[in-house]
């Protein structure tokens, strides 16, 4: 289900890269979702057009974002992208486990990566950045095996993750599952 070689090193946040419409963009690790970077985070979803929702994420409506934040927050990693004060990107891991709370050894659970970037920024790199960010900081806590499913006509966001190191593992009738093997 995994490439047979490890994705080599990537950056971890905190970080600030210019994107390609010369933005500044920092990147940073979310260990809770509380307060400012929660609210920050809600409205960037608010905002979210939801035509590009996939698998009925994110969802729609403040209260269950809100909730679905709150609720991903105790086992998942999460970074997100901030254009000056305005949270503009989230991506996260969530374990692939039925028992979160057993977890011993986060290199020894699969994750179930999902990203996410406003319209507005999208096409200028920082999904290739908030991408790369996330799993540099995966792998300062150990996580080893990534996987995803992408619906098999998205082809820009199959371009990303292949630009990053995924590779396809398995198709089904409308999605392709990709995955990543992390150092």
Do not use: C
């Not at 996939?54 to 609720?71: D, H, K, S, Y």
Request: no cysteine; net charge negative; charged share 25%.
């Amino acid at each position: 289900m995994y490439p047979d070689t490890a994705s080599g090193s990537f950056p971890a946040p905190p970080s600030t890269a210019e994107d390609q419409s010369d933005r500044q963009i920092e990147f940073q690790a979310v260990d809770e979702f509380e307060g400012e970077v929660l609210d920050d985070t809600v409205e960037m979803y608010v905002e979210f057009d939801p035509t590009d929702r996939a698998q009925g994420i994110p969802p729609t409506g403040e209260t269950r974002i809100r909730n679905w934040l709150e609720t991903i927050a105790e086992h998942s990693v999460n970074v997100v992208a901030r254009h000056g004060e305005d949270v503009i990107g989230h991506a996260v891991l969530v374990p692939d486990s039925d028992d979160p709370d057993s977890i011993e050894d986060v290199g020894d659970v699969e994750w179930e990566l999902a990203i996410f970037v406003l319209q507005a920024y999208q096409q200028s790199g920082i999904g290739t950045q908030l991408l790369k960010h996330l799993l540099g900081h995966a792998i300062e806590l150990g996580i080893t095996h990534v996987w995803l499913t992408v619906e098999r006509w998205n082809t820009p966001a199959i371009a990303l993750y292949e630009r990053v190191g995924f590779e396809p593992t398995g198709t089904e009738n409308f999605e392709q599952e990709m995955g990543i093997l992390l150092d």
